[in-house]
């Protein structure tokens, strides 16, 4: 069976190299369908992983909560609109919830900054230290502050790439400088690694962090002390993320005096659930991508039988000479299948390459990114086979039943 | 001699549309093992037919046919091309070569869908090849061979299984008179020295002289049925 299997396979590339032209054309539709499925899907792999990347950018297993909106004589101030989060409620999750590893606060005002000649409107963010480790940034040059810069209020700063290089000379070495924040000299002790887009598609690194005191006292001119604008608390472990969230809720809940039937004046997002909306959308694209290319393979597939019905009518005399000397339904239904797996899987390797240069092209020309997987490559593989079993098998059959008296007679 | 086809009371009636065809009517046959049989009769007398349920390719609707002692009538499809492939060699008038494809592999043809190795496939089929003269032809395709000459690589793949059985339906309707000399030689030799029973369709009277036994039909029956060249007398009818 196997020397049948493999002879049958070598007349079966023997026959359709007879027409080339034809097998080939019949081999596009595959090409074409393959080669889309697989950049189609090494895009969406793309997008998938770039928009996972900017969720991890956002630290690693961070909880945000943010102050609820604030409503004053029946007019509804927006999210953030309201100061009702404040450092004592970081500082009480911190003793409440043993399960977080640290617990930060920050907030933020754009503010213009001057360094000599030059000037830059950007977000000034007053942090407690921890946040930097929440949200894990990490030093290109210099290094963070510390619990006994906020203690004093020093003048401090930490500048993300984005400031870097809008206000200083490309070789000036920014740490040590000293800056001007809403004309405050302000001494640089640390340069920032960049992190790129955020998951909202905003320059993370257009950013400038100092002492949370410094910025209260000296900076911003807050109306209320110890107000933030944001707490972000992070994990051990990813599963702690959501009960901590829980817990987070519980304790401000108490600390804010709600009722039960009150709604929060606040809010809690942890990084999984942004991780989720954002990959969900990711992960339609990559659906209709498939789905758009699927059809196309579908198209190439009914290239396949309809190219072998052709060629069943075409070799009726073939098939019956076939039969008369000795040959059964099953050798005649394996020589069809054969031929139109044969172009199936060329196609599908064609294919495959094609899909591959595609990408190429697409993250060289566009910019997008693109991830070949080795599953994506094997996954095509399989279903090109698939394929040409599929539309091969009703002209296959056809063939086979042919009554060999008639078969022998057609002309 | 063992009798190598027995037909008993034949019949096939086929169906065109509203009009019945009675192509066999009640056909009874007996041929022995290393005959050679010519069939003749004019067209629509059944021969073809006959020839078709001779050689295993079609079914009769009742009635019996043993081949070698096998009742065939009974058979599926596998094993009827079990049978044609083991014991039936078939000539056909426009000779039925596999297009572009070479003598050595049209010879090779039956031995493929036997799962033959290939070695003994190349091996017998030259051999085949060998005995209808075309030694060094092996690599010709159809088209690059003459009448006779595609003739006989039917031949060769008609014999490369060693058939007890060798139908030929019109072999030389398609040839000169020439090549029809030559194929008709050759049949000759392969029943003479081979003892292969061959059966053959005819309407030349010529070709029919080298048979030994003519049988002529008419109206899906046997009209004449005589040996020319033996002096041996007719079987009696079956007991």
Redesign the interface.
């Known amino acids: 069976?196997p020397?049948?299997v493999l002879?049958t396979v070598l007349t079966a590339i023997r026959i359709l190299s007879?027409n080339r032209l034809r097998a080939g054309l019949t081999m596009l539709g595959i090409v074409i369908g393959v080669g889309a499925v697989i950049a189609m899907v090494s895009i969406g792999e793309g997008a998938k992983a770039a928009v996972a990347k900017r969720v991890a950018s956002m630290g690693t297993n961070v909880i945000m909560v943010l102050p609820g909106s604030m409503t004053a004589s029946g007019v509804r101030g927006g999210q953030g609109g309201a100061v009702t989060l404040t450092i004592s409620d970081g500082m009480e999750l911190k003793k409440r919830i043993p399960m977080l590893s640290e617990v930060g606060w920050g907030k933020r005002d754009t503010m213009q900054i001057i360094n000599g000649n030059k000037n830059w409107s950007g977000l000034v963010n007053g942090i407690s230290p921890s946040y930097l480790t929440i949200r894990d940034w990490s030093f290109s040059s210099g290094g963070a502050f510390t619990q006994q810069d906020v203690d004093t209020a020093d003048r401090v700063a930490l500048l993300g790439q984005t400031v870097v290089e809008n206000l200083f000379d490309v070789g000036e070495e920014p740490v040590g400088a000293i800056i001007r924040i809403k004309n405050v000299p302000f001494r640089v002790i640390g340069v920032l690694s960049p992190k790129g887009q955020s998951s909202q598609g905003s320059d993370q690194d257009d950013i400038i962090f100092i002492p949370f005191s410094t910025a209260e006292r000296k900076v911003f001119g807050t109306q209320f002390l110890g107000s933030v604008g944001a707490l972000f608390a992070s994990t051990e472990r990813l599963e702690d993320l959501t009960p901590a969230a829980a817990q987070i809720r519980d304790v401000i809940r108490a600390r804010h005096r709600l009722q039960p039937d009150q709604e929060d004046d606040f809010t809690i997002r942890t990084q999984v659930d942004i991780g989720k909306v954002q990959e969900s959308t990711s992960e339609t694209l990559t659906v209709m991508l498939f789905a758009i290319a699927s059809v196309s393979l579908l198209v190439g597939g009914i290239g396949i039988m309809n190219i072998l019905l052709v060629s069943v009518t075409e070799r009726t005399?073939?098939i019956?000479?076939?039969?008369?000397?000795?040959?059964?339904?099953r050798?005649i239904v394996m020589q069809f299948l054969i031929e139109a797996v044969t172009l199936s899987v060329v196609g599908g390797c064609l294919g495959i390459l094609v899909g591959i240069l595609g990408a190429r092209v697409t993250t060289a020309i566009a910019g997008w990114p693109t991830i070949i997987s080795a599953e994506t490559v094997m996954a095509a593989f399989v279903f090109s086979i698939a394929v040409g079993l599929f539309f091969g098998l009703y002209p296959a059959n056809k063939a086979s039943r042919l009554n060999?008296?008639d078969a022998?007679r057609y002309e | 001699m063992a009798a190598l086809i027995r037909c008993e009371d034949l019949w096939k009636i086929y169906r065109l549309g509203d009009v019945e065809v009675q192509a066999l009517r009640g056909l009874n046959l007996s041929i022995d093992s290393g005959e050679f049989v010519a069939v003749m009769g004019a067209s629509g007398s059944g021969k073809s037919t006959l020839m078709n349920i001779l050689g295993c390719l079609d079914q009769p609707t009742t009635g019996r046919y043993w081949l070698n002692d096998v009742d065939a009538a009974g058979l599926r499809a596998d094993q009827l091309a079990d049978i044609r492939n083991r014991q039936i060699g078939f000539v056909f008038q426009n000779f039925n070569l596999i297009p572009r494809t070479s003598a050595l592999e049209n010879a090779q043809l039956p031995l493929f869908y036997r799962g033959v190795s290939l070695r003994e496939q190349r091996v017998l089929a030259t051999e085949a090849l060998c005995r209808v003269g075309l030694q060094g032809r092996e690599g010709h395709y159809p088209t690059q061979l003459s009448g006779g000459q595609q003739q006989r690589v039917a031949i060769a793949r008609a014999l490369v299984t060693a058939p007890s059985l060798l139908l030929a339906d019109e072999p030389t309707g398609n040839l000169d008179t020439e090549s029809s000399r030559e194929i008709m030689t050759i049949l000759d030799q392969l029943n003479k020295e081979q003892g292969i029973t061959i059966i053959l369709v005819t309407h030349e009277t010529d070709i029919a002289a080298y048979a030994e036994r003519e049988i002529v039909m008419k109206d899906g029956r046997i009209l004449t049925d005589r040996h020319t060249k033996s002096t041996v007398p007719l079987s009696g009818p079956e007991a």
């Open positions: 069976m020397a049948f002879l007879r005399r073939e019956g000479v076939r039969m008369a000397v000795g040959a059964k339904r050798h060999p008296i022998l």
